[in-house]
């Protein structure tokens, strides 16, 4: 049984191009979080989705991010007009949901912007 | 607002000692608290999770106790190891239907020399 996993592992953007950093939920699983991680700082909750529905982005950026999570696919974070203080660990996480839910994580996408 | 803090945010030891881990919260109505390990560019793995009506969970040499009206948990480590060495995160999950969303710590980094 395969874990979460995200890619790219390692991604890197000049200033002002698009990142979509993906993320497959544990087979099974039906609820991501996406989690960022700034460097020398604790992970920082962003977004939590279910199948279609965002259920909670009060840790998302204003602006120039989104995330989703379709019917079919992985979970994707898109960030536009990258900018250096976007360079971070983007982490996903997975859960079953139910009311004992663990949330499963992924190996995270490390982001440079040039 | 939660929030969580670890101290030491730091600790070196020699292999084969005990030692202990500290987290406090500052909002004491939560769901659940976990302990994360995170390696040096690798994702997490969960360690132990408490609910929020137990008193603590127990894995090998891991023990991870809660208190939660004093908004409290230690994970203890018993007869360290050099494979021990990590930094151990401890996140809570709020008590909110909805609120699945984890506050995490910004860690404890742990040293286990042979």
């Known amino acids: 049984n395969a874990g979460v996993m995200q890619n790219p592992r390692h991604l890197v953007r000049r200033r002002g191009q698009e990142a979509r950093l993906r993320c497959s939920p544990m087979k099974g699983h039906s609820h991501v979080y996406w989690y960022r991680q700034l460097p020398e700082e604790g992970l920082k909750f962003m977004v939590y989705?279910?199948?279609?529905?965002?259920?909670?982005e009060s840790g998302m950026p204003k602006e120039r991010f989104s995330a989703e999570f379709p019917k079919e696919g992985p979970s994707i974070l898109r960030i536009q007009q990258v900018v250096r203080g976007d360079s971070a660990a983007y982490f996903c996480?997975?859960?079953?949901?139910?009311?004992?839910?663990?949330?499963?994580f992924g190996p995270g996408t490390r982001l440079t912007v040039l | 607002k939660q929030e969580v803090t670890q101290i030491p945010a730091a600790l070196s030891v020699p292999e084969g000692e005990n030692l202990v881990l500290n987290c406090s919260f500052t909002d004491s109505a939560i769901y659940n608290l976990q302990w994360f390990r995170q390696d040096p560019g690798k994702g997490l793995t969960s360690l132990l999770l408490i609910q929020s009506s137990q008193r603590e969970q127990t894995s090998g040499r891991l023990n991870a106790s809660l208190d939660k009206s004093s908004g409290r948990s230690t994970l203890y480590i018993a007869a360290s190891q050099p494979g021990d060495s990590a930094t151990y995160l401890c996140a809570v999950r709020p008590w909110e239907t909805s609120g699945s969303r984890l506050t995490f710590g910004e860690g404890t980094q742990l040293t286990v020399n042979p």
């Open positions: 996480a997975s859960s079953q949901g139910s009311e004992e839910d663990t949330q499963y």
């Open positions: 989705l279910q199948k279609e529905n965002i259920i909670d």
